[in-house]
């Protein structure tokens, strides 16, 4: 019935997360409020685990990219589920530690590590800095050197492969700002660099083709694509290297026309073709990581508002106002995301209202969606946007000074807050 299985309507006809009545959290925790379900995280994190485990003998690591959703709380989970963490800031870093995350388990992605984060990467022994460039490369050598330290690192390469998803999410084709380029001979350039670097102990090579993609094809071909090139550096410099990070990207449903693939569908897809690759050119099969995001995260979660202002425009369009918008959800601006909703005190009623849910910032591009059908709704109705849980919290801003919503956990039917409120007073706390 609804885009996630954690989702249902409860005998009072209100819609419910991991079995919690979502009206009742809207009236303890106010809205605007993200709601995710950590019985569903757990669950998803365990899907990729098992599906390693299952296709591959367990030799690879899923590790969770926290840009996706990240918190002290989020990092804790990932952990306990035995998964390993991808950072891409000195903040996400410093998110993981504070929350205890081992820091061996840890790689450092980003196409423009200042020398700062740097600096802090290697300080906290995390397990990998996945390069992305011969300046980074050189910054992540004289680094390690000075600290006294060998650090081991990943190659971001790219592949050249169209994952047919949306151009600004789209990351393997050549014309991108991340990593080294295969077709032109950069890759093969950086990856003698790194093996010549003293302090560098070159330990395999990454890719990441892009993000919500539905189909294994990409993935396979990538996949291919990589063996290959590991064949290469093997045929060239002598150097057979263990570790392939075949990167993220796997789609989630933001509505009923998405199809997303079954974690061990893609797994055990891509697992026989990367023995197959081996195979044929003559490489041992490299230690594999596959590297989720918004997939663990995005179909687990919610956001809670309260409808304001209703302006029905005859022969227009009926705008619905709320007391969020892109402060807390920035993806319908940014790429006319998809989004599907219920008013959550008349789930169970007919959706038979068309609006445009727009939020209260001083932007009239300031929307969630446009043409969306739900329950005829009034002024202190709570609507629920579904699949909210990744790329929203960790992309949300202060714009008009607007303070962050919570994020609240809901486990075993019960509700706690595991990222408190924004208050004014946290506002102005740098204002000088
Ligand atoms: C964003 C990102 C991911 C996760 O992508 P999803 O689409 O959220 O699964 C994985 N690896 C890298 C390097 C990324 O930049």
Request: proline fraction near 3%.
């Amino acid at each position: 019935m609804f885009v996630s299985d954690c989702l249902s309507v409860n005998e009072k006809g209100h819609l419910t997360i991991g079995g919690v009545d979502t009206v009742e959290l809207a009236a303890t925790y106010g809205t605007p409020c993200y709601v995710v379900d950590e019985d569903k995280i757990r669950e998803n994190c365990r899907a990729y685990v098992k599906s390693i485990e299952d296709n591959y003998a367990g030799n690879g690591l899923a590790i969770y990219a926290s840009k996706a959703f990240n918190c002290k709380a989020m990092c804790k989970i990932v952990n306990e589920e035995k998964m390993g963490l991808d950072v891409v800031s000195g903040g996400e870093l410093y998110t993981a530690i504070s929350a205890g995350f081992p820091t061996d388990k840890i790689f450092f992605h980003g196409n423009n590590k200042t020398l700062d984060e740097l600096e802090f990467a290697v300080r906290e022994n995390v397990g990998r800095i996945v390069v992305d460039n011969m300046y980074e490369l050189e910054n992540v050598n004289r680094e390690a050197k000075k600290q006294g330290k060998t650090v081991n690192v990943i190659l971001r390469i790219k592949p050249g492969i169209d994952a047919h998803t949306h151009s600004f999410i789209m990351t393997g084709q050549i014309d991108s700002k991340f990593g080294f380029a295969l077709e032109t001979g950069e890759a093969m350039q950086g990856i003698k660099a790194a093996i010549a670097a003293e302090n560098i102990c070159l330990k395999g090579v990454h890719c990441h083709i892009g993000s919500q993609i539905f189909e294994v094809m990409p993935f396979e071909h990538a996949a291919e694509v990589m063996v290959k090139f590991m064949a290469d550096i093997k045929a060239e410099t002598g150097a057979e290297l263990d570790e392939l990070d075949l990167g993220g990207g796997f789609g989630i449903k933001y509505s009923d026309a998405d199809k997303p693939l079954e974690y061990s569908e893609y797994m055990a897809t891509v697992a026989g073709v990367l023995k197959s690759a081996c195979e044929k050119y003559g490489v041992k099969t490299p230690f594999v990581i596959i590297e989720p995001g918004r997939s663990i995260a995005g179909s687990a979660g919610i956001t809670l508002y309260t409808v304001g202002a209703v302006k029905e425009i005859p022969g227009v369009r009926n705008y619905v106002s709320i007391d969020g918008g892109m402060g807390d959800n920035p993806r319908y601006i940014l790429y006319q995301a998809t989004y599907e909703m219920v008013c959550a005190n008349k789930a169970d009623k007919a959706k038979d209202y068309k609006i445009t849910l727009a939020g209260r910032c001083c932007e009239s591009g300031d929307l969630i969606q446009e043409n969306a059908m739900i329950q005829r709704v009034e002024p202190g109705d709570i609507v629920a946007v579904f699949s909210t849980g990744a790329y929203n919290y960790s992309m949300s801003s202060n714009y008009n000074r607007i303070p962050k919503p919570p994020v609240v956990m809901v486990s075993g039917g019960k509700a706690r807050v595991v990222v408190k409120r924004e208050t004014y007073e946290d506002i102005i706390r740098n204002d000088v």
